[in-house]
């Protein structure tokens, strides 16, 4: 008998952004030697739990995404001996619980609501490990917590930062959780020029429009634009980077479970909700006026060069 066959068998669900699956990382670290896991959401999230789960699935292939229907598909889902389900979905009339329920009749079905309302004063991640600990697994919330503040929960320990190099990223999956380019063009002209040898500006498919902004205030040859990198490049870019600097983003919070040194702007989310985790985070709440957010981050930086 294997390891992976003695551990308890739990599936997991959470289609979910990129942020938002990350931030099952603190439960699944508890769990990682507990269970063999196995989580349905959605790429890229998926792939960069990989450290932290035996497999994954795509809930926008097969049948997943049909669980909300009357008749899913169950013949298309994986066959699984499973000890329990536990599903985080946005699901009020119930439909996808039956749909479980259909699919795998002898599994316990445990499902909550994707996020605390945000009326609660609790990070998202207590949050999800708060449930899945009512759901019977050996999760201690509080512990999974200070476990993600002094550890990177996603450090494959294989990488040598390089002390001369700054990762950006200006944008995210929100407008309104976005400072203008302008903030970033002076950042990167004013301060990381004379700090950094190496710059790189990490644009996603949500940031094309800006890509030509970027490409044309670029003054020297030192600033290097990445547009969508791939899942091994993006990590290794990340590994390698002294300090990184981005808004309330998937790869904001990619970054922080990375051990990487983290800057997070936030502008118009709650950071007590949705604060990137890590050992060396530093989120800088909207301080107003442009100036006031341009200062404190170049302080900000100017301190972690420093204590490098």
């Not at 490049?233 to 922080?256: K, Q, R």
Request: proline residues 7%; negative net charge; aromatic residues 8%.
């Amino acid at each position: 008998m294997t390891i992976h066959e003695e551990r308890r068998r739990i599936l997991i669900i959470r289609p979910s952004a990129l942020g938002d699956t990350l931030l099952l990382a603190p439960g699944l670290y508890q769990l990682v030697h507990e269970a063999a896991l196995t989580v349905v959401g959605r790429r890229p999230g998926i792939d960069f739990l990989t450290p932290l789960i035996e497999k994954s699935f795509d809930y926008e292939k097969g049948g997943w995404h049909t669980l909300f229907s009357q008749k899913p598909t169950c013949r298309d889902l994986p066959a699984l001996d499973l000890e329990r389900i536990i599903c985080f979905l946005t699901d009020p009339d119930g439909d996808a619980s039956k749909g479980l329920r259909a699919c795998f009749p002898d599994t316990p079905l445990h499902c909550f609501r994707p996020f605390p309302s945000k009326e609660e004063n609790i990070h998202v991640a207590h949050y999800l490990t708060q449930c899945l600990h009512a759901s019977g697994l050996p999760v201690d919330p509080q512990q999974a917590m200070e476990e993600a503040a002094r550890t990177p929960l996603l450090d494959g320990k294989n990488h040598v930062r390089a002390g001369d190099m700054v990762v950006i990223h200006p944008g995210s999956g929100g407008e309104r959780k976005n400072y203008g380019a302008e903030l970033w063009f002076d950042l990167l002209r004013e301060v990381c020029l004379e700090l950094f040898h190496r710059k790189i500006v990490l644009l996603g498919p949500a940031e094309e429009e800006l890509y030509e902004r970027f490409e044309k205030e670029r003054w020297d040859s030192s600033t290097e634009i990445i547009r969508c990198p791939q899942k091994d490049n993006l990590v290794s870019l990340l590994n390698e980077a002294a300090l990184y600097i981005g808004h309330d983003s998937g790869i904001t919070h990619l970054s922080a479970l990375l051990g990487t040194p983290t800057i997070a702007l936030f502008r118009n989310s709650r950071y007590v909700q949705w604060a990137p985790l890590g050992p060396n985070v530093t989120v800088i709440p909207n301080g107003g006026e442009y100036r006031v957010i341009f200062e404190r981050t170049r302080e900000v930086i100017h301190q972690n060069i420093r204590h490098r």
